[in-house]
């Protein structure tokens, strides 16, 4: 246990529904990063947060994808109008000066 | 090319054995490297970073960086079947962290 949390840790939904997950962070880490690992590939670089500003998003991250860091503690990532592309791993890494992964959340669309 | 390009293996050593993985990256610019171990179905765990040129080790494990040719490496000394797992080289420009894909690596007792 790393200390990141996420929940959930499994989602399934059908196309075109919304899904929200959410990573809470070690607490005294101010990054906070958010990718995505299909299988067999590296995890991809999505967004990430200096405390609650959100300081780079990858070209990858459609305007489906937001994600908010409201008070630069927990974060959530929402994906809009889910498409089966989108059925991923989505990991979130809490960091200060090493990088510690969250246990994941498993999305399957329908 | 890739930004970062790895052997996706399998890479199969006997236990006891010096397993040695290797990436290469694009990206001169590239200021910090790690290696993370992925066992299936977990998310990755960070083994070891290096940001100077040479060697630095930590138990079992050397990392090896050469700027000049883009290269870093992870030697893994007296292999376990518990090492068995996949190796992520990801590398670090201005908190931007690039993955690639990884090599499994299998030790067989």
């Known amino acids: 246990d790393t200390g990141v949390s996420q929940n959930p840790r499994h989602k399934i939904t059908k196309r075109g529904q919304n899904v929200t997950f959410r990573c809470d962070p070690i607490?005294?880490?101010?990054?906070l990063y958010w990718y995505r690992q299909t299988l067999g590939q590296g995890p991809e670089f999505l967004t990430y947060?200096?405390?609650?500003?959100?300081?780079?998003k990858s070209r990858l991250l459609s305007d489906r994808f937001s994600a908010e860091r409201p008070k630069g503690s927990f974060s959530t990532l929402e994906i809009q109008r889910t498409e089966q592309g989108d059925s991923a791993m989505y990991l979130c890494?809490?960091?200060?000066?090493?990088?510690?992964f969250g246990p994941g959340t498993r999305l399957t669309v329908l | 090319q890739k930004e970062v390009e790895q052997n996706s293996g399998p890479l199969s050593v006997p236990e006891g054995a010096i397993a040695s993985l290797n990436c290469t990256y694009s990206d001169r610019g590239s200021q910090s490297f790690f290696w993370y171990r992925q066992y299936s179905g977990k998310s990755p765990e960070l083994i070891m970073f290096?940001?100077?040129?040479g060697d630095k080790e930590d138990g079992r494990f050397t990392a090896q960086l050469n700027k000049a040719s883009q290269y870093v490496s992870l030697l893994i000394r007296d292999s376990q079947p518990s090492d068995s797992a996949t190796y992520l080289c990801?590398?670090?420009?201005?908190?931007?962290?690039?993955f690639g894909a990884g090599t499994r690596l299998t030790v067989k007792p």
């Open positions: 290096i940001y100077s040129n």
């Open positions: 607490s005294e880490h101010n990054r």
């Open positions: 947060f200096q405390n609650e500003a959100q300081l780079e």
């Open positions: 990801a590398l670090e420009k201005n908190n931007d962290m690039r």
């Open positions: 890494a809490s960091e200060n000066n090493e990088q510690f």
